[in-house]
């Protein structure tokens, strides 16, 4: 356990979070796969194309979909970027079929789904002796002013009338801005994971701590967005309501506005479903369009995509506000599942409760090591000396 | 004073604080682990430990060690004293720098200067207050540190301020034999003010720094 992770419940949520991020190995499989791809592309097109991954594996919050009760195969996200190419001049019907057509060939074609509404899905089965297989979507598209933004221009297809048309999205911008969210701890817990990675990976050998890429560094930021999505999937994947489970970009948003640079998994996930279930009360009192993250006029709600003119929280007042209220009574469940019983004390249940709201076993011995005790008091395991700290008094300062 | 010393030092701390480890590297010497303790806090006795790390620079002393909390349990927000870099403000420097001179020593920043920090911050979780207050964020808490400190000598921040003036235009070593310019009609090496000056500087090595600040704050 790298340094820093003191309390019992500190010590839990890192293991929970280890759990739900992708294993080293199967994410150097995506990573091989997608890098196949944007060669194979480039050579079969001849055209410069860009591509990168966007979405929770850029961000590093990538885990395991769970629907129907089940464990999925893991979702990636490609961006297939053509830089030369401009929305003035192409369709976005052509810029598509641009796409398509080059994965309609071998050996694409094989693995190549049914057209979406705005990617091409490539099913990469399980490898043999694993579980687990890969669905990468690649979403076809152009800068929009190339040189100037990083923002690029998507294609849409109705589903009713099948037309195409552009929308916009900004992967990069939200990268950068997502990390500066989270750069004090990052750069706080940079050298210690790294360093610990260095001297215990197994799955990946490194020849120096130099290196080991920043993406294997994970932030508390991260790893409560890895358990925020995982409750979610769960909780909803039983409800007769799953077309109301909160998407991951509110998760993502809302999270990293209310993170505060806390450096362990648990600190940071009270922080945060705290911060999430303070706007329950809106429902009481609008705070009609204030600069604040989640807005609600008594009519429509809003949630800001932080990087382009977008609003997450569309569609939460239809049906009688069913996705707000189904955001909200989430909340209220992953704080009675996950943190009430470590701050009420009432700990009896508490193991069922985590695996059962997260399907993700923990082993009974690492639970027993815990020792969490019924307080949720902190334990302490240093030495204690008495020490005369206070002669001279020593007032904290700031700089 | 250098880095070897206190990684000697460190060999007699660790019999004491057994969870606390050492790295040494080029540019640093880094402490971390958790620090225990029992202190006494206005009467009240607190046993409790952190999650630590202190990083103390190759030019130390004249640069002092920056110390962090690693659980996240002291949040990071400016009522904590945790500086934009994450870095606990443990206290002034002229005061954290009165507390080690003239040694330096490790044990005294990590009893002295860093349990005195973390048993307030218990205090602080207990009741909601710092127990001894605080001091003014900025150049503000340095300038109150020396009205606190020498009072006698500085009534006004204008005084604080002439004086560092008057530092950073001293000589190394200056001339005792002639008649000092503060007003005292003495001879230099026997004016207070001078011997105050002396003091100061040999304690503080920020000095040159404080200048630029105080003339920013002037402006302000």
Redesign the interface.
């Known amino acids: 356990m790298p ?5 019992a419940p ?1 010590k839990l949520f890192e293991e929970i979070a280890k759990k739900l991020d992708i294993p080293a190995k199967l994410y150097d499989e995506a990573e091989q796969n997608y890098n196949d791809l944007a060669k194979y592309l480039e050579s079969t097109l001849q055209l410069p194309i860009d591509v990168y991954v966007q979405g929770s594996f850029m961000l590093g919050t990538v885990i395991r979909p769970y629907r129907k009760q089940q464990d999925k195969d893991y979702d990636v996200d490609l961006v297939c970027e053509f830089h030369s190419l401009s929305k003035e001049e192409c369709t976005p019907k052509q810029i598509k079929h641009l796409l398509g057509n080059a994965l309609q060939k071998e050996p694409y074609n094989r693995i190549l789904d049914e057209e979406g509404k705005r990617c091409w899905t490539l099913n990469y089965p399980a490898k043999q002796g694993e579980l687990v297989g890969f669905h990468i979507d690649c979403l076809p598209c152009v800068p929009v002013l190339p040189n100037f933004s990083t923002k690029i221009a998507l294609t849409n297809k109705d589903k009713e009338t099948g037309d195409y048309n552009w929308a916009y999205s900004d992967p990069r911008a939200f990268k950068k801005w997502f990390d500066e969210r989270q750069k ?2 990052f ?2 817990l940079r050298d ?1 994971q790294k360093r610990y990675i260095f001297e215990n990976s197994q799955s990946r050998v490194y020849n120096s701590i130099e290196e080991i890429p920043d993406r294997c560094v994970k932030t ?1 930021l991260q790893k409560a967005i890895q358990i925020l999505k995982r409750h979610r999937d769960v909780y909803f994947s039983s409800k007769h309501n799953e077309d109301c489970k909160p998407i991951s970009m509110i998760i993502t948003v809302l999270s990293a506005h209310l993170y ?5 998994t648990y ?2 996930l009270k ?1 945060i479903v705290k911060g999430m279930a303070r706007y329950a009360q809106l429902f009481e009192k609008y705070n009609e369009r204030q600069s604040d993250l989640i807005t609600f006029d008594g009519e429509t709600w809003e949630i800001l995509s932080p990087v382009v003119d977008e609003n997450y929280a569309e569609t939460w007042h239809e049906n009688n506000h069913g996705k707000a209220r189904a955001f909200f009574e989430w909340v209220n469940q992953l704080e009675k599942d996950l943190l009430l019983p470590i701050e009420t004390g009432e700990l009896k249940n508490y193991k069922f409760l985590v695996e059962n709201s997260l399907r993700s076993d923990i082993s009974s011995s690492f639970f027993d090591s815990l020792k969490l005790n019924s307080n949720g008091n ?1 334990v ?11 002669n ?8 | 004073m250098s880095l070897k010393k206190i990684e000697n030092e460190f060999k007699e701390l660790s019999k004491i604080h057994t969870m606390l480890e050492l790295s040494v590297s080029k540019y640093e010497l880094v402490i971390q682990g958790l620090l225990g303790f029992c202190t006494v806090v206005k009467g009240e006795k607190f046993i409790d430990e952190y999650a630590i790390k202190i990083s103390f620079p190759k030019d130390y002393p004249k640069q002092l060690p920056k110390a962090f909390e690693t659980s996240g349990r002291i949040a990071n927000q400016p009522e904590n004293h945790i500086n934009p870099s994450g870095s606990l403000c443990v206290g002034t420097p002229p005061k954290i720098r009165e507390i080690l001179y003239p040694n330096y020593s490790l044990t005294d920043y990590i009893n002295k200067v860093l349990i005195g920090y973390l048993s307030q911050y218990s205090y602080k979780e207990k009741y909601g207050k710092w127990p001894y207050g605080e001091m003014s964020h900025g150049v503000r808490g340095i300038i109150d540190y020396y009205k606190e400190e020498y009072s006698q000598y500085f009534d006004t921040d204008d005084k604080v301020i002439k004086a560092f003036k008057d530092l950073s235009t001293m000589k190394t070593r200056p001339k005792g034999y002639i008649k000092c310019n503060c007003g005292c009609k003495k001879l230099v090496k026997n004016c207070k003010y001078q011997k105050l000056l002396k003091k100061i500087r040999q304690k503080e090595e920020d000095y040159n720094l404080y200048i630029d600040e105080f003339n920013n704050m002037g402006e302000e």
């Open positions: 340094n820093g992770i003191v309390t500190e004090v701890a750069m706080q210690v508390p505060k640079q806390e450096l362990t600190e940071a922080t902190r302490i395991t240093a030495p204690t000396p008495t020490i005369n700290a206070t001279p008094i020593n007032k904290p300062w700031l700089e």
